[in-house]
């Protein structure tokens, strides 16, 4: 099976990325790609590896990297505009970006021009923000399946409805798609163990952390995360601090920004780190947050959701809290019985190293790839 896996980077990380490596720019679209794949930021390659390892032929499209598809247009004679060579990085995640791109010069024809070159079966894409529907027309002439995976707040129905498949990690989101027409099906994402091999040993220095963005999505968390702030020893790391009040007191324990394996390293240093789902996420548990804490085993104290029993054991692997201050008190009761801590994180690394791996993800993905393929076929 010929897969091609198709994502966008946050533009913060990409400029960071590129800062760090000067002469990346002029590298070949190869390079590029393996050096962004290497940083481990978002999904990086977990899928395509493990992908590869079931037999699969695999390629990782960054498709709003601008230096990475000029070099790939250079190379394969496609035509891209320069001036897009001088935009920022801000090409990401951003509401209805489909309809943006499409007007701008090259970015989406080239990233078109990759997936026609490389004649996949299967499509996969990680941002449905992405192609216009009318891209995704024009691509479903010659991709036999194009599946789509989310877990975030919903673009317009006219981007969702050309997808063969909507894979989701939100429980909710499934029938919501199937009565829009469109096949969806649950499926949960997970954890990588080339992370630990990133890191190595890490001295466990911060007593608890948040790690993680700040955003209008988030705005429920904000208070919760200030009363840990005024109430715990509570150190932050992550993106969306300059949105928030000068007062706010999350402020004086920010620490900036933090990508890749700095982003893993923040939450392998943390003895215990704070998780809460986005406002889309509802009643149920589903966030990368979940996997990344208990994967680099740090003990993970997160939002009491419906289904997280399913996931992992609470109270054994995991701690769930329901209020902000029932989140205080359980970190404060935490950190002064380290004992009891370290056994739940040990226990919860366990649960994800033995069933939240990405390697055992894809092997419950190739199926349902091949189910729906032969569907199309």
């Known amino acids: 099976m010929r897969i091609a896996v198709f994502d966008t980077y946050y533009s913060r990380f990409m400029t960071m990325h590129y800062r760090r490596n000067r002469d990346l720019r002029s590298a070949s679209s190869q390079k590029q790609t393996d050096a962004l794949l290497e940083a481990a930021f978002g999904t990086s390659d977990f899928y ?10 695999v390629i990782d499209i960054v498709g709003n990297c601008v230096p990475l598809q000029s070099a790939w247009a250079r190379e ?22 489909g309809a ?6 090259g970015l989406l024809e080239v990233a078109m021009a990759r997936v026609r070159a490389f004649k996949p079966d299967v499509l996969y894409c990680q941002d449905l923000s992405f192609f216009p529907p009318h891209a995704l027309m024009e691509l479903k002439k010659t991709v036999p399946l194009i599946v789509g995976q989310i877990a975030c707040p919903l673009p317009p129905d006219g981007f969702l409805r050309p997808y063969n498949l909507i894979l989701t990690s939100f429980p909710h989101f499934v029938p919501r798609f199937h009565e829009m027409g469109i096949k969806s099906e649950y499926f949960r994402i997970g954890f990588d163990t080339r992370v630990l091999d990133i890191l190595g040993d890490v001295p466990r220095d911060v007593p608890v952390s948040f790690v993680g963005g700040i955003s209008r999505h988030h705005g429920k968390a904000i208070p919760l995360l200030e009363h840990l702030a005024e109430t715990t020893p509570i150190q932050f790391f992550g993106y969306g601090a300059a949105t928030l009040s000068r007062s706010s007191p999350i402020r004086q324990r920010h620490n900036g920004e933090v990508w890749g394996p700095d982003m893993y390293r923040a939450l392998a240093r943390s003895r215990i780190t704070v998780n809460r789902h986005i406002n889309v996420a509802e009643s149920n548990a589903n966030n990368m947050r979940l996997y990344e804490a208990t994967g680099v085993g740090s003990l993970l104290i997160t939002d009491r959701k419906d289904n997280l029993g399913e996931i992992f054991d609470v109270g054994k692997e995991v701690v769930a809290y329901s209020s902000p201050e029932e989140a205080a008190e359980l970190i404060r009761y935490y950190i002064d019985h380290p004992d009891e801590a370290d056994a739940i994180a040990k226990a919860g690394q366990a649960r994800t190293l033995k069933d939240h791996t990405y390697k055992s993800r894809m092997k419950e993905l190739m199926p349902i790839l091949e189910r729906h393929l032969e569907k199309q076929g």
């Open 48 to 57: 395509s590896r493990h992908l590869k390892e079931l037999g699969c032929d």
């Open 100 to 105: 943006r791109l499409a007007a701008l010069p």
């Open 76 to 97: 394969n004679n496609e035509p891209f505009s320069p001036w897009a060579m001088k935009l920022p990085h801000r090409f990401f995640r951003l509401p209805y970006i």
